[in-house]
């Protein structure tokens, strides 16, 4: 099996200017981006380069506003868009002429269309002369033939070959001129490379030279363009190159043969001959077969004119001769010969020959030992036949839909691949190659029995010579059809060459959304696409059931980590275009983004540029990449996928968090569904679940203490409401409780609320009043301290009140209330038996501030009208006097907040009691920094100063 199908091009026939590709020969403005834009006074060219025996293309830019004609008048304009001033009478353009197509470009390609070329030692002639031995080594096999098809289309030149069945695959092509030159070289196989199913299964050799220049179309039409082939074994190089000619017969090919030396020859005396031939047929009542011969080494040394070839068809299987005729060459050439052959054929030999059963000869009738030979098999061209099903009649109201694609092996069978969407195998579809020319819908083969799911993929081994006419015309269809709809979809085959997207494993199908109104209701496409071996992506895409064809339409490409809920989603602009098909690329994508295409979920969108609405939309495939184009990261190369990491991002780096299937958005609250007594947060990305942790609960006389089956924690319930009301509160329907944020209570749940990044406050007991359905959050209440404020501690972080240590208790037994007391700390909330009032408050050593009054030893953050609560400035009252402080942090909080801050985003806490990262240290180190920044600054200054200043240095 052939590896690296993808191929690797050495761009040297156009250039690269930012992202943008230009033809050889071709000019424009530079284009340097925001802010600049487009200076147009700045004149770029895509020029030839000679480059050891090659043709590079390099670009070259110029100030042309030197260049400009001098204006006559004493006030010209600049007018916009140009870049050299002109007259207001003044009607010609003084600029210089840019690169403007041509009006006879497609008049020109659609007279350029097809071409051929045979490959031998004969034909290789030009490679082994003086000035050539440093670029090609001269070394040919034998017997090493190979033969190319060439299709001219929309500025691409599409390439086929077919090589003998003992050679492995070529490394590179190259298209080369009369003197051997090099304009174009692709690298066939690299180890790296994606695998090719097309190429594998027929063993063609297929490609696309994109964006042909005009000067070497010019080659390409009068004639004067060669292909080489290179094969690099580990000692030698072996070479077979060829003329790119036109000829007729290609328009009507249907079948190809690689004709080699017979295996009955002598090496010595077939050194350098092959040949190729075009076939062509035509079924019906006077079945015949058209043969065009191009060959050499047939001819003796004598033989210099009229010279008599014997051209043969035959069964080798029955030893049956099917054709047996001699013709003569006038001039023999031991470069290119080339005959032309018609004859009558039944149609049983037409089937034989669709089969690749026929064997056909060309030897000299003088030296019968002179003699090539080869199978005529399906045609060399590289291509697949693809189709859109849908319903025909523009009234039908099915939501089915489908795509198909073919392509011939070199045996004649037909490998087919047929995917459906909402057709039900349940409905017993049937599913048929038809004859779709005009109201004729001849079924020719069933192809029902392969369906499964909903694909249809198989062989057909025997194929009639009908099926293989009809496929070349684009005649023949694929049918869907159920009982009471024998055609539900269908749609005729249309050939496209392979190369680049289509030569990926299979295509996606685009559907259109359901919700969708702007689609129309049988719109659908088909989309391919692939990364080649530059890490390049290339897509190709071809639309159905649009009534509009100029219609603007715009593709996106979304991606995705995994299919999950709240998944975050990165959709890219790919391409803006119009009309039913397109072509397109995107140059040196980033590694990160290429590997995603193959590990994450991406789809390829459609959407209408007029109002952004989507149209349809398709899941790809995982999309193959070369190693090559992966991201590198060495064992101690940690990926860079936030940034640069640095202290000031570290705050604004939010990312989702992936828990139990779903992602959640920063700060997001939720109960884990894997436990559902856990409650989790999204904290930095990552996702940090804590057990719920119970109130101590004490019920009142009139209630008595349940444990539901949907709550983790014990609550109270009145007594009156009885075992027939708490069940019922259990179905969803008829459940009362309360709401607390987006979070739902029973009615006399108990509980501690989740404040993340903290857990549970445990010092806060809220509670869903069975009666009212109301909440309450009171905390708790702590005693009075016996000590000084600065000898209180709390024994624990997380501990609700503080203690007073051992040896630091008050002499007093009773706590006064009075402000003057400096021993009552009274930060904690006391016991009230009644509701104070404010004078009672500041009696008592209370204080009054913005109109609000706070008990004596209350802590508070402030709240500033324009910036909201103030978090890290806390204001105490304390014997009336209000004193505020912001939070202090000391050098070794803020290196440990620097390490935990990185450690937070690139590790995944195991233990949801790690350190909290506080944000008041965050900024506040932050400040610290850039003012300590500031001040090196000021000194260096200074210093410099003072040393470049005469009289202060001293």
Not at 431 to 451: H, M, N, P, Q, Y
Not at 551 to 564: N, R, V
Not at 745 to 768: I, K, Q, R, S, V
């Amino acid at each position: 099996m052939f590896n690296g199908f993808s191929t690797k091009r050495t761009r040297v026939s156009e250039c690269h200017f930012g992202k943008t590709l230009h033809e050889l020969g071709s000019s424009w403005s530079a284009d340097l981006g925001p802010p600049f834009g487009i200076m147009y006074c700045i004149k770029c060219e895509c020029v030839k380069v000679p480059k050891k025996k090659r043709i590079v293309a390099r670009v070259q830019c110029r100030n042309i506003k030197d260049e400009c004609p001098t204006t006559t008048c004493h006030d010209p304009l600049t007018l916009p868009g140009k870049c050299c001033k002109t007259c207001p009478s003044d009607k010609n353009d003084t600029d210089f002429a840019l690169d403007v197509p041509a009006s006879f470009i497609e008049d020109e390609e659609r007279n350029m269309k097809h071409f051929a070329a045979l490959l031998t030692g004969r034909t290789s002639f030009f490679l082994k002369g003086e000035d050539m031995r440093s670029v090609y080594s001269t070394h040919n096999a034998p017997s090493m033939v190979a033969t190319g098809r060439f299709m001219f289309h929309k500025k691409n030149l599409y390439y086929s070959f077919y090589t003998s069945s003992k050679m492995v695959r070529p490394k590179t092509i190259q298209f080369v001129d009369e003197n051997g030159t090099i304009l174009e070289e692709h690298q066939l196989q690299l180890p790296s490379g994606p695998q090719s199913l097309y190429q594998n299964i027929t063993g063609k050799i297929c490609g696309a030279w994109r964006r042909v220049p005009r000067d070497y179309k010019r080659l390409l039409r009068e004639e004067r363009l060669h292909v080489v082939l290179i094969w690099s074994e580990s000692k030698f190089q072996t070479e077979l190159a060829g003329r790119i000619a036109k000829y007729t017969a290609l328009q009507s090919e249907l079948f190809s043969s690689l004709l080699e030396p017979a295996p009955s020859t002598r090496s010595d005396q077939m050194f350098g001959s092959g040949g190729t031939a075009i076939v062509s047929t035509t079924t019906g009542a006077a079945s015949s077969v058209h043969l065009t011969l191009v060959f050499n080494g047939v001819f003796g040394h004598d033989e210099t004119a009229d010279a008599s070839i014997n051209i043969r068809i035959e069964l080798p299987d029955r030893k049956e001769v099917i054709l047996d005729e001699v013709q003569k060459i006038r001039k023999p050439s031991s470069e290119v010969n080339i005959l032309e052959i018609s004859s009558p054929i039944t149609i049983q030999n037409l089937r034989l020959m669709s089969r690749g059963k026929l064997l056909l000869t060309v030897e000299s009738k003088k030296y019968p030992h002179l003699k090539i030979q080869g199978h005529i098999v399906t045609r060399t061209t590289c291509e697949i036949f693809q189709t859109l099903m849908s319903p025909h009649n523009a009234e039908s109201h099915t939501k089915s839909s489908g795509l198909a694609w073919v392509f011939l092996n070199t045996d004649g069978s037909l490998v087919y691949n047929i995917e459906t969407d909402q057709v039900n195998a349940k409905d017993h579809p049937d599913i048929s190659l038809i004859e779709d020319l005009g109201k004729r819908k001849t079924v020719l083969e069933d192809l029902t029995a392969s369906f499964n799911f909903n694909q249809a993929i198989g062989t057909i081994d025997k194929l009639g010579p009908r099926v293989v006419e009809l496929l070349y015309a684009g005649e023949l269809g694929v049918n869907i059809g159920l009982q009471h709809e024998p055609s539900l979809i269908r749609g005729r085959l249309l050939p496209k060459p392979v190369a680049d997207a289509r030569d990926s494993a299979e295509p996606i199908l685009l559907k259109r959304s359901e919700n969708s109104l702007a689609a129309p209701t049988h719109a659908m496409g088909m989309a391919w696409l692939s990364v080649d071996n530059e890490c390049n992506l290339h897509y190709e895409i071809t639309l159905s059931g649009f009534q509009m064809q100029n219609q603007d339409l715009q593709i996106y490409l979304e991606e995705k980590p995994i299919e999950a809920i709240g998944a975050p989603i990165t959709r890219s602009f790919l391409e803006e275009f119009s009309g039913s098909s397109m072509e397109g690329f995107v140059l040196g994508m980033n590694a990160n983004e290429l590997v995603k295409l193959e590990n994450s979920v991406c789809y390829l969108e459609i959407y209408a540029k007029h109002n952004k609405k989507l149209l349809l939309r398709g899941k790809l495939k995982s999309t193959r990449v070369p190693d090559h184009c992966r991201p590198l990261h060495t064992d101690n190369n940690v990926p860079n996928v936030l940034g640069d990491h640095n202290e000031d991002s570290l705050a604004s780096a939010v990312t989702k968090c992936y828990h139990s299937g779903r992602f959640h958005d920063e700060s997001e609250q939720w109960r884990s569904t894997e436990n559902s007594c856990q409650m989790c947060a999204c904290r930095r990305g990552h996702a940090i679940c804590e057990s719920i942790k119970c109130p101590i609960v004490q019920c009142k006389i009139s209630e008595e203490l349940v444990q539901r089956e949907s709550e983790c924690c014990p609550s109270c319930v009145p007594q009156n409401l009885g075992a027939v009301e708490i069940n019922i509160q259990s179905e969803p329907n008829t459940k009362r409780g309360c709401y607390l944020g987006d979070q739902f209570f029973l009615a006399g749940a108990t509980w501690h609320p989740f404040l993340p990044p903290n857990g549970f406050d445990t010092c806060t007991t809220c509670n869903c009043d069975a009666t009212t359905l109301q909440v309450r959050c009171p905390r708790m209440l702590c005693p009075p301290l016996n000590c000084k404020e600065r000898d209180a501690y709390r024994p624990e972080k997380k501990a609700c009140c503080k203690k007073c240590p051992e040896g630091k208790l008050s002499s007093r037994s009773t706590v006064k209330t009075s402000p003057a007391n400096p021993n009552v700390l009274q930060d904690q909330g006391l016991s009230k038996s009644a509701v104070r009032s404010n004078e009672d408050i500041l009696n008592q050593g209370g204080c009054k501030a913005v109109n609000k009054v706070y008990e004596n030893g209350q802590e508070w953050h402030p709240i500033l009208a324009s910036h909201g609560e103030q978090k890290c400035i806390t204001c105490r009252c304390k014997d009336s006097k209000v004193s505020c402080d912001r939070k202090r942090c000391t050098r070794a909080v803020c290196q440990q907040t620097r390490v935990s801050s990185k450690k937070k985003l690139f590790e995944n806490p195991s233990n949801a009691n790690e350190p909290i990262i506080d944000e008041c240290c965050t900024m506040q180190c932050k400040r610290t920094r850039r003012h300590n920044r500031r001040l090196h600054q000021q000194h260096d200054q200074q210093y410099k100063f003072h040393q470049t200043t005469p009289g202060l240095s001293s």
